[in-house]
C-alpha cells in the first residue's frame, strides 16, 4: 500500500535534501553565532579594562 516508488522519490528526495541541509545550516550558524558572540563579548571586556 506505501510501497516506495521510483517517481514517488524524485519528488521526495530533494525535498528531504533541502530540509536536511536547511537544517544543518541553521546549527552550523548558531555555532558560528556563539562563537561571534563569545569574541565579541572578550573585545567590550578587554576595552573596558582599559
Known amino acids: 500500500m506505501f510501497g516506495v516508488d521510483k517517481y514517488n522519490l524524485i519528488s521526495f528526495a530533494p525535498s528531504v535534501a533541502v530540509i536536511a541541509v ?4 541553521v546549527i552550523v550558524g ?7 558572540i ?7 571586556a578587554a576595552s573596558d579594562a582599559e
Open 22 to 25: 536547511s537544517v544543518v545550516l
Open 38 to 44: 563569545v569574541q565579541d563579548a572578550e573585545k567590550a
Open 30 to 36: 548558531i555555532g558560528m553565532l556563539k562563537k561571534v
